[in-house]
């Protein structure tokens, strides 16, 4: 069965503390994804990657950079949290090659910066 | 650059009725793909249907069936037999078929609530 995890279901840190939030997929797929998710603005694409090493910005990259060092790995790093980045985070992967595939979800991460 | 719209905030239906939830978007590629997921309240996100811009033919996945109207640039999702467990945000999704494989851009939701 396809599988994506993240590290935890929810997390709670103080402004300025430096965040990690982590991917796993078990699926051999190329893409990996991080969004934000806030009502009523849907889900908003903060970046993706398509193989080891290789990001791209989305559309709402500030105050977050990510690290893909292995194929089923892919991590989110808020270098300074701030309270703005209290949301819902959803990682999300898929394959390359077959591109009328589904992008599989993990649980997502509820993050409250205080 | 892509655009989708869902204009209901917020849907109400009746255990076992019909429901059509509104999807139009905006693309100026001529290849694409449009999606629907489920999320309920646990969060996570749930795959419904797919379906293809040169598609002939409308997607449909047990009561779920997509209304493509190419021409209207509209893909509403209609659900059959409404159950308590449809409850749940609504999302339709849509991405480019000759570009990165994987890049989606998403609607803001339909929040449905089925009633007993």
């Known amino acids: 069965d396809v599988k994506v995890t993240q590290s935890s279901r929810y997390l709670v840190k103080r402004t300025g503390e430096k965040v990690f939030l982590e991917c796993v997929q078990d699926?051999?797929?190329?893409?990996m994804f991080w969004y934000r998710q806030d009502p009523g603005l849907g889900l908003r694409l903060i970046y993706f990657?398509?193989?080891?090493?290789?990001?791209e910005k989305g559309d709402i990259p500030e105050g977050y950079s990510v690290s893909r060092e292995k194929k089923e790995r892919f991590s989110l790093i808020l270098e300074s949290a701030s309270t703005n980045q209290t949301s819902m985070y959803l990682c999300?992967?898929?394959?390359?090659?077959?591109?009328?595939?589904?992008?599989?979800f993990g649980p997502g991460t509820r993050l409250t910066v205080l | 650059a892509q655009k989708i719209t869902q204009t209901q905030p917020g849907m109400f239906v009746q255990e076992k009725e019909a429901v059509t939830l509104d999807c139009t978007y905006d693309?100026?590629?001529?290849?694409?793909?449009l999606f629907w997921y489920k999320q309920p309240s646990s969060g996570e996100m749930i795959f419904l249907i797919y379906?293809?811009?040169?598609?002939?033919q409308n997607a449909t996945e047990g009561r779920y069936s997509l209304n493509f109207q190419k021409a209207r640039k509209s893909a509403n999702l209609v659900i059959s037999a409404s159950q308590l467990g449809d409850s749940a945000m609504y999302f339709c999704?849509?991405?480019?078929?000759?570009?990165?494989?994987?890049?989606?851009?998403f609607g803001d939701g339909t929040t449905l609530t089925v009633k007993p």
């Open positions: 699926m051999d797929h190329e893409n």
């Open positions: 990657s398509y193989d080891v090493k290789m990001k």
């Open positions: 693309t100026s590629d001529p290849s694409y793909g």
């Open positions: 999704a849509m991405r480019d078929l000759n570009t990165n494989a994987g890049k989606s851009t």
């Open positions: 999300a992967s898929s394959h390359y090659a077959r591109s009328t595939d589904t992008q599989y």
């Open positions: 379906q293809g811009s040169y598609d002939q």
